[in-house]
T-cell receptor, first 111, second 113 residues
Framework: NAGVTQTPKFRILKIGQSMTLQCAQD?????MYWYRQDPGMGLKLIYY???????DKGEVPNGYNVSRSTTEDFPLRLELAAPSQTSVYFC??????????FGSGTQLSVL | RKEVEQDPGPFNVPEGATVAFNCTYS??????FFWYRQDCRKEPKLLMS???SGNEDGRFTAQLNRASQYISLLIRDSKLSDSATYLC??????????????FGKGTHLIIQP
């Protein structure tokens, strides 16, 4: 009964480093999403996927990449990390594009 | 005009009181509406959907006013555990796009003993 699992929970990166945030869901949901949340701001959509092999850009995709090789996994790749990417990242899945189930988040600091 | 607007608060409310807050949306074609709850440093969790006829779930009542383009959340007999940030979510709905959800910035509620 894991739901949506995100790893790691915390990470500190140096400017220019790269990393992958992992996200996995066990609910067989077709729809998966990556959001970032900055203090006092609403959730902003980075990328989303409507099924294995299909991904699309959201509102703030620059500096990120995703892949969806299986229904379960939806990793988010940060290339050349910048201080502007300091944020809390949430992965979510949905059976119907309306109700989202979120992972517990990754707090990322880029210094 | 912002798509989804909420009063950020904080709303400081004594335990046992009733509190209500609204969320306005700008797109009159919006179809589906939700309230999510987010505890400090935690992920958002779906609290309730908002239906045209209004709906109630225990101490929580959600209302939709399409004419004035806002939804509301009312909490009766508030508990300390109700302290959280409440996020308004609006979508075009009807399966109309996986990227169609818009989140408000949230209203911060603090229930005081």
């Amino acid at each position: 009964n894991a739901g949506v699992t995100q790893t790691p929970k915390f990470r500190i990166l140096k400017i220019g480093q790269s990393m992958t945030l992992q996200c996995a869901q066990d609910m067989n949901h077709n729809y998966m999403y990556w959001y970032r949340q900055d203090p006092g701001m609403g959730l902003k959509l980075i990328y989303y996927s409507v099924g294995a092999g299909i991904t699309d850009k959201g509102e703030v995709p620059n500096g990120y990449n995703v892949s969806r090789s299986t229904t379960e996994d939806f990793p988010l790749r940060l290339e050349l990390a910048a201080p502007s990417q300091t944020s809390v990242y949430f992965c979510a899945s949905s059976p119907d594009t309306l109700k989202l189930f979120f992972g517990s988040g990754t707090q990322l600091s880029v210094l | 005009r912002k798509e989804v607007e909420q009063d950020p608060g904080p709303f400081n409310v004594p335990e046992g009181a009733t509190v209500a807050f609204n969320c306005t949306y700008s797109n009159s074609a919006s179809q589906s509406f939700f309230w999510y709850r987010q505890d400090c440093r935690k992920e958002p969790k779906l609290l309730m959907s908002v239906y045209s006829s209004g709906n109630e779930d225990g101490r929580f009542t959600a209302q939709l006013n399409r004419a004035s383009q806002y939804i509301s959340l009312l909490i009766r007999d508030s508990k300390l555990s109700d302290s959280a940030t409440y996020l308004c979510v609006v979508t075009m709905g009807g399966g109309g796009g996986a990227d169609g959800l818009t989140f408000g910035k949230g209203t911060h509620l603090i229930i005081q003993p």
